[in-house]
């Protein structure tokens, strides 16, 4: 081999082994606190949360078993997605409340979904709707659940497809997609077991 094609073949590893490395210092780098990664992780844990505490309010006020089944994978699935999500922020060496305000996160084609909005975050019911659903039972709790939970994941989806169009992390996108997609399909279920109670 002449000189210039062992200079060509060093130079070629040379370039290989850097871009490696380049690529493994991007992916184990974390998360920028202000990205749409770490802006999900604590605002999806915090719209998760209220869909447990509403979940657990409509479970002891139904007799319903449709109802309590559905309230209780409701409460089941969004702490484990909450508890992952509070996970990474430990791994990436990140507060859990972050200093911008909520919803900061999202990209200007996401954002205009929550314009005009006075909501912390999208979906999320008000104090007033959840001393409602507190106070009420049977059947009239189970109306104002399904229409809350209905509006609380419309909300969720946006916000996981706004999560899927910025995160950069593999595992935040992961989650957002099948957030959406599951809450997007269980808005169907919702809606149908709302009308049955019309």
């Known amino acids: ?7 060509a073949a060093v130079v ?25 990664d770490a802006g999900f992780a604590r605002d999806m844990q915090t719209h998760h949360s209220q869909a447990v505490e509403m979940a ?3 479970r002891d006020r139904t007799d319903d078993d449709e109802v309590r089944t ?8 969004q702490q484990q997605q909450a508890g992952q999500m509070y996970g990474w922020l430990v791994q990436w060496g990140l507060p859990q ?7 900061a996160w999202v990209g200007a ?20 709707e959840l001393a409602e659903l507190q106070a ?21 989806v946006a916000m ?19 957030i959406a997609a599951s809450q997007a399909s269980e808005i169907e279920l919702l809606e149908q077991l709302l009308d049955a109670r019309s």
Do not use: C, K
């Open 70 to 77: 559905l309230a209780y994978d409701i409460l089941t699935s």
């Open 160 to 178: 996981a497809q706004a999560a899927v169009a910025d995160a950069r992390t593999p595992e935040v996108t992961s989650l957002a997609a099948a």
């Open 97 to 103: 409340t972050g200093s911008r305000a909520p919803m």
């Open 56 to 58: 657990l309010l409509v």
């Open 12 to 36: 070629g590893l040379l370039v290989g082994v850097l871009g490696t490395l380049w690529v493994t210092q991007v992916r184990s780098s974390p998360p920028s606190d202000f990205g749409a």
């Open 136 to 156: 009420a039972s049977g059947v009239a709790a189970e109306r104002l659940f399904l229409s809350l939970m209905i509006d609380h994941h419309t909300g969720g």
């Open 1 to 7: 081999m002449s000189l210039r094609g062992v200079l």
């Open 109 to 128: 084609a996401h954002a205009t979904d929550h314009a005009g909005s006075n909501e912390p975050m999208p979906g999320m019911a008000t104090a007033g």
